[in-house]
């Protein structure tokens, strides 16, 4: 076949395309044939294929969010993953810890396999996962890594990595959430996967809790409030959290309900202690706000004076390198699957909200017009 009377099933036309990781930032069209990346050039004869007008739009990799929560109708938290992927321009989401030793089955039949998403999970120490909001690991005889690693290497295309959260309220104060930290790291370890850490209202000292982790081990929530934590009092990162930085720990937003605050972005922006990965930690309690979608989250970066282009850096390539992935998604080339996110980026006012509820007049707009997943448009 040559290049003349190619067809095409899709041709996103006239956007602005951004790939970070191949350093393309140009007005193109990009065609699709067949659920892949079929050609990406100035100008692409649509013939007749569906043509999306981008004009105006930002089209980029589908977004990776790589923590969420969306083991709906089975854990308190969980939303639906078709719909807040579709909303927000995700393609591949990475759902933080809901399920442990004993309901991991039921989310790969009933989540993961059926998602027009690419849907992955950690699994929990907590052979409960996140069924309830109480504490998942307040009863250390929950801890389950020997059943978790099982289920990982069941299910290794959908478990690639573990999760804790380690907040005093969910695991137990001192020696026993010390514990609990060395039982993540060690499951983590042995079944040769990463391990994300929530970090909280922490049983331990953060500096021991960061000296635990591993390269590759990812810290979420990293722009939390609150004492105990990865900055000092003047709003600077810890020599831990920098010397775990320079060892290769990585440091993910996780915006939630609870753990974004704008005031301490703000000051680690301008520290120069950006996240590794932006991501949204949507869960049923922030859908409607403060969170919304992973453009809202992507906005409220660019308001802290990120560069549009390293906001989608972390925000497609980086967090597919994040979780190990970069082989699959992340980035828009020829003969890749074709996740596609179309967005729209307005300088205008907006009100922002954090997660302490503290409002602010941002300056940046972004929304996702279409989300597209192996060529299909959700
Ligand atoms: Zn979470």
Redesign the pocket.
């Known amino acids: 076949m040559n290049a003349q009377n190619q067809s095409f099933d899709l041709v996103i036309a006239g956007g602005r395309v951004i790939d970070p990781a191949t350093s393309l930032d140009g007005i193109r069209d990009v065609a699709v044939s067949g659920g892949k990346v079929a050609k990406i050039a100035p100008e692409i004869e649509p013939g007749g294929a569906r043509t999306v007008d981008a004009t105006g739009c930002l089209v980029t990799p589908g977004l990776v969010d790589i ?3 969306v083991y709906r109708g089975a854990t308190f ?1 969980g939303v639906d993953a078709d719909e807040i992927g579709t909303k927000g321009g995700t393609t591949t989401m990475l759902d ?2 809901s399920t442990g030793s004993q309901n991991y089955r039921g989310f790969k039949e009933w989540i993961v396999d059926p998602a027009c998403v690419r849907v992955l999970g950690l699994m929990n120490l907590s052979e409960i996962g996140l069924v309830s909001y109480k504490g998942e690991l307040n009863d250390p005889a929950f801890a389950d890594p020997t059943g978790g690693i099982a289920g990982i290497q069941e299910f290794p295309g959908t478990f690639i990595g573990c999760k804790v ?1 380690l907040s005093g309220p969910l695991v137990g104060w001192g020696q026993q959430g010390r514990h609990h930290a060395q039982q993540a790291v060690t499951m983590a370890h042995d079944a040769g996967t990463f391990l994300m850490v ?1 970090i909280g209202n922490s049983p331990i000292p953060m500096g021991e809790l960061l000296s635990m982790l591993r390269p590759g081990d990812i810290v ?1 929530h990293c722009y939390r409030a609150g004492t105990n934590n990865l900055f000092d009092e003047h709003d600077q990162p810890t020599a831990a959290a920098r010397a775990a930085r320079d060892r290769g720990v990585l440091f993910d937003i ?1 915006h ?1 309900s609870g753990s974004f605050q704008y005031e301490r972005a703000r000051s680690a922006v301008a520290a120069g202690f950006m996240a590794d990965s932006i991501s949204t ?1 949507l ?1 049923v309690t922030n859908i409607n706000g403060p969170v919304h979608d992973m453009p809202t989250t992507m906005a409220k970066m660019l308001d802290l004076g990120v560069p549009l282009l390293e906001v989608i850096h972390r925000s497609t390539w980086e967090p597919a390198g994040v979780i190990g992935l970069q082989d699959q998604v992340g980035s828009l080339q020829v003969d890749r699957e074709a996740d596609i996110a179309v967005l729209r980026h307005q300088e205008r006012e907006v009100v922002f909200t954090d997660s302490m509820g503290t409002e602010w007049t941002g300056h940046h707009e972004l929304k996702a017009e279409h989300t597209i997943r192996a060529g299909e448009i959700l």
């Open positions: 923590h969420v929560h938290w933080a810890g959260r929530h979420t996780g939630g930690d869960h």
